[in-house]
Structure formats: C-alpha cells, structure tokens
C-alpha cells in the first residue's frame, strides 16, 4: 500500500468564499503515483468546509444567501461562542452544515467522478492563511 | 491491498424518493471477495445524497417535508441557480444537507452496522437515470 | 495492508450531549501499530452523530439550542415517525444535520489533524449505552 500526503494553503479576501480545488487535488492525485484507492479531501480548520457541488456562481450565491439565514454571523452576541471574544460561531455552524470532508474514489489514476463533480473549499472565517489536507492511499 | 468498483444505476419515478441500496452494497462486497477494509459509497451526481438511517416510512415522510421546509423547491425564482435555466437548486441544497457520501467499514467480509443502519439513496431531481459508484478497498 | 478494529461504549446521562473521544481514538490508533493511512469513527446507531469541531463549552450550547430550533424534539405528534410509538425522530434528523462519520488521515502514526480539531460524538436519543466504531485501515 502506498501513501501520499499534500498540504495546500488557501487563503480569501472575504470572510465568506467558495473555491474549486478540483485541479488542485487532481495534481496532487498525479504526483502520488497511485492508481486505485481513496482519496481524503478535508480542511484542517474547524470554520470551513470541503465538499463536492457545482461549479455555478448562481449556486454558490444561493448557498451563501441560504447559509446565512440558517445561521447568521450577526448578531454575533446571539451565539454563545463568541462571549469567548471570538465572532464566528457561525462559521463553526455553517461548516458543519456542508460537511468537514470529502472521500473520493481513485481509479485509473484519476479521481472518479460524474460530469458534474467538482470539489470545493468552503471558507466561513476567511482573510487569513489556511491549509487543506490532502491524503491518498492505494496502490 | 485489492480494489473492486461498481456503478448502480437508479432512476426514481418522483422527482424526490429514497432507496434502500444496502442489499446492492452488500452483493457487491460479495464479488470484491475483500475481508478488511473500506467501502465508500457515493452518487456520481451534484442533486442526490447517500446517507444512512432508519427504514421507516414516517421518518422518509419527515425528511421530505423538513427538507422541502428548508430549502423548497418552489417558488423555483427565488434561486439564483436556476437563472441558468434549471429547476434543481433546491436538489443541490438538499443534497449538502443530507450528505453525499458514506464509508462504512468491512469487517470479516461484512459491511460492519449497528442494527439499523441501512444505507439509502436519496434522490432529489429525478426521473432520470443517475450513478451510484460503490468502491471498496482492502484485503 | 494492516486493518484494526475497536468499539466504544458511551451512554450520557442527558438525551442529548456532545462528547470529545479524541484521546480514545488516539489510544485505539496508537494500539493498531498503523502509520500511514485512513481512520474511520462512525457511530453503530442512526441517533447519533460523530463529528469535528472545537472543545469549547459556548459553541456546544449554540449547536443544542441551533438544532433543537431545526429539528425540534417536542411536540412529538409533529413527527410521522414517532407514530410507531418512538419519540425520537428529531434524533434522527439531527444526526443528519451533523454528519454521520469522520474520516481522519494517519500519519506518522498520529491523527492528522491542525490546531483545533477534535472529534466528538453527539447523542440526540441518549441514557442508554451506544457503540461507536473506530476502523483504520493502512501500514
């Protein structure tokens, strides 16, 4: 069984953004040499998400405005989170809404996908330097 | 470490409906002949979930309205996606909620559960023929 | 390719708590003797979640009182399920919101994880004992 891990480090100019990594993983999905097994996608932060959808901006804006109505960051004093000092509560909340990770098939040395499968980070507390693991295990 | 893929193909006569795939999931273990590892199961479309809870009719009734409550389909205008020309913003939340993948465990040739756990399509932009892969890697 | 396996037991005294079994998994990594590969911690029942977020008292307060508003547990009649004589089917739904399953990358032998990652396991039909499997996979 072979193993590969990668870092990559992403950071927005917004508290709130959605951006396809699909290629990204992709590279690193080449670079590991493996060609059958699993794919782990997952941020190393807890105010941010990893998830498949599609790569449509009208979606990305119905996810934010929907999100945002689920849990809103203001007003910040109505989460209990941030009586610590912090001011994203929501942001823990809405990470758990999308998901922490993504697993993806590895077959053929590629990752095994519909047509419309793309994979995006979702940031929720942006403007400041985050990682996303990447591991692979296989053959 | 072996390897064994599979699609299953689903078309459901409702736009919305859940299936229990477990029987599938469990004859393609069979094949795959693997004893230890993992099996990920996961649609290849952006407007359906695999997910695992209860077979019980009333709770699939639950889920359908709590949802539709959520993130409902119509009036279809007040999404952004579906300026596109599309119906299925609402499939691809829903989706988000519900979840799109699961990695149960193989144990002793077995997918590993609790007693209830059954793993289900949910399909929520239907009347068409959609993918679900099943991978599955260990020994 | 090396496979263990383990369960734990958990029963809270309260219907619903969340519970940090991060050392427990680190405990159960450490006896597998694995190094490189994919740690899976599901619970074996459809009430309960497992899920990463942060150890910190208030947000735990904002996810009980977010999820009760989603999905609330009273008045039970609201809910199909809780007609064939359950009262839990906010539990289940719940789960959903939260996720079933984390998948966590092992490397050099330790949980793969940044600063403020824990796992937790999240009981929404508690006061009774439930299992939650750990599954790591790899060399």
Redesign the interface.
Known sequence: ?K?H?HEITIETKTRRAFVNITSEVEKVLRASGIR???C?V?????SASV????D????H???ER?LEE??PHAPTEQ??????GEDN?DA??K?????????V?V?EGKL??????QIFYGEFDGRRQK?V?I?I???
Chains 1, 2, 3 share one sequence.
């Open positions: 069984m193993s891990r059958e097994g699993l782990l997952n941020p190393m932060h807890i998830f498949i959808n599609d449509e901006r009208g979606l804006a119905d996810f929907w689920l849990a989460w209990r989170h941030n009586d610590t509560a823990h909340i990470r758990q809404i999308m998901g922490r990770e993504v697993v098939a077959t095994d996908f519909g047509t419309w499968e990682r693991l591991k295990i296989g053959e």
